[in-house]
């Protein structure tokens, strides 16, 4: 007799289940296994994480290999089914590493089936994120005159994905009226910025331009938002938001 037994791996990010993790203290990675097995017998999954960017496979604080197992024993009804396996990991020192999880089958003790092609982009998720710094373009620090034409700078330090497009959208947000904030002809001052890295880390630096006249004692920051694979109708669900850089904007002194 001759079984025929198959399966496929689709790996995200538990959170919102796209394939871009913020790598911020601890995040799982959801690992969902299709699979066609055999009435009645025990299976077991051992899957792995491995590092793309580092060339190795993760390992924890304490020099152990990040992995995770299930044992599946399917019935006539459920031949074919899926199990999700979760990897628990501290992403702090992980962000513009790409991550593709491997996996292996067993059958008793024997390794009957590996799926493990770094290249795979359905087992593939990155490891992202970014933090902004904003300041008075005319002398780098955090206090703006109130003048017809002033620049608010905002530097941008990201561990992106290396070869693939985002867009950085950012706008000013004024504490005192609790609303982003608008130019004389009542357009929003905002602003976007389009980076496709070749290495996975680096900086940039969006520049507003606006007349502060009558903003003298207000609070302003810089409402930044990162967007994947930018188009318009992207901008309501960004994949990471940051509310740094507070600006202060100040009446000249005499």
């Known amino acids: 007799t001759v079984f025929l037994i198959n399966f496929g791996t689709t790996a995200v990010d538990q959170f919102d289940g796209d394939k871009y993790v913020v790598a911020e203290g601890q995040v799982t990675i ?40 299930a044992v599946v024993t399917p019935n006539a009804n459920n031949c074919c089914n899926s199990i999700t396996l979760e990897f628990n990991i501290d992403a ?8 593709v999880v491997f996996e292996k089958l067993y059958h008793g003790g024997d390794l009957i089936m590996t799926h493990e092609d770094e ?6 998720v990155f490891l992202i994120n970014f933090g902004t710094y904003a300041f008075d373009g005319a002398d ?3 206090y703006v005159i109130d003048e017809s034409n002033v620049s608010i700078k905002d530097t941008i330090d990201y561990c992106l994905v290396a070869d693939q497009t985002f867009v950085f959208y950012a706008n000013l947000y004024d504490k005192k009226t609790g609303r982003r904030l608008s130019d004389s002809n009542g357009e929003l001052v905002d602003y976007s910025l389009e980076v496709t890295p070749t290495t996975p880390c680096g900086a940039a ?50």
Not at 92 to 99: I, V
């Open 119 to 124: 290249n795979d982009e359905y087992q593939t």
């Open 140 to 142: 780098a620090d955090k």
């Open 30 to 69: 959801n690992d969902t296994i299709d699979y066609c097995l055999i009435a009645g017998q025990t299976f077991r999954f051992v899957g792995r994480l491995y590092d793309k960017t580092a060339g190795e496979i993760l390992k924890d604080s304490n020099n152990n290999e990040v992995r995770v197992e």
């Open 205 to 254: 630096t969006i520049e507003f331009n606006i007349n502060a006249v009558g903003l003298d004692g207000r609070d302003i920051v810089v409402w930044d938002e990162l967007l994947a694979h930018w188009r318009p109708e992207f901008k309501t669900k960004p994949l990471l938001m940051a509310w740094r850089g507070l600006k202060y904007t100040r009446e000249a002194a005499d």
């Open 92 to 99: 702090d020192e992980l962000a513009g590493h790409t991550l």
